[in-house]
């Protein structure tokens, strides 16, 4: 089955840790993008990757980092830098062209999501 | 800032209606995608327009786009208690800086 996971689906971190959220796919895709929904809202872009071993910040990017050394995977670690970090994060991806952002232009597959608590 | 805004914000039907929800945004578009958000769960897309298509359809879903108002519409003919869930109008811009814009979603509830 080809698409996009994500783990774990719940998580807890207690203040001052960092946790790291995983995002994987095997559509290929060349973008890859983390998004924040908080309740009833919309989503919020943190970070976002055309291409392997480039990723670029997005509008939330504080207190957040990522990396990218495989077009496979994108994983988000969530730092202690970040002020309040309970939210639902979903990963996504698209087909991109090598060299060329397709952000805006093509339709992006989304994983499972998962909601991290701080407590 | 968010590009697009989804009216109404909340919307309650029995089934068998048509559920009608709006997309307004604010600045030139490649194209607006509709997607769907069961809850708890990722979005999964449902339809993209591209800014010179009118109308499109698929299945149970129209959409239309209005590029000289800057507004969308996405029809749901005969809902089923399955249609429940939000769903989020996208806005792609015309330059590859660009991001995909989110708007805040309409809440849909389909009673059986």
């Known amino acids: 089955d080809g698409g996009i996971t994500q783990s774990p689906k719940y998580l807890f971190r207690k203040e001052g840790q960092n946790v790291t959220l995983s995002c994987e796919q095997n559509?290929?895709?060349?973008?890859m993008y983390w998004y924040r929904q908080d309740p009833g809202q919309g989503l919020r872009l943190i970070y976002y990757?055309?291409?392997?071993?480039?990723?670029q910040k997005g509008d939330i990017a504080e207190g957040y980092s990522v990396s990218r050394e495989k077009k496979e995977s994108f994983p988000l670690t969530v730092t202690s830098a970040q002020k309040n970090p309970t939210a639902f994060y979903l990963c996504?991806?698209?087909?991109?062209?090598?060299?060329?952002?397709?952000?805006?232009?093509?339709?992006?597959?989304f994983g499972p999501g998962t909601r991290l608590t701080v407590l | 800032s968010q590009q697009g805004e989804e009216d109404p914000q909340a919307l309650s039907i029995q089934e068998g209606e048509n559920a009608t929800m709006n997309c307004s945004y604010k600045?030139?578009?490649?194209?607006l995608q509709w997607y769907r958000q069961n809850s708890g769960r990722g979005l999964v897309h449902l339809i993209l327009?591209?800014?010179?298509?009118r109308e499109k359809h698929s299945g149970r879903l129209r959409v239309t786009l209005d590029t000289s108002k800057k507004s969308s519409s996405l029809l749901i003919t005969a809902s089923r208690a399955a249609d429940t869930a939000s769903y989020f109008c996208?806005?792609?811009?015309?330059?590859?800086?660009?991001?995909?814009?989110f708007g805040t979603g309409t809440r849909l509830q389909v009673f059986p």
């Open positions: 996504a991806s698209t087909i991109g062209l090598a060299g060329a952002s397709a952000i805006p232009y093509n339709e992006q597959f």
């Open positions: 559509l290929n895709h060349d973008a």
């Open positions: 990757s055309q291409i392997v071993n480039d990723f």
């Open positions: 600045t030139s578009i490649n194209n």
């Open positions: 327009i591209r800014s010179n298509e």
């Open positions: 996208a806005t792609g811009g015309i330059y590859n800086t660009d991001k995909l814009i």
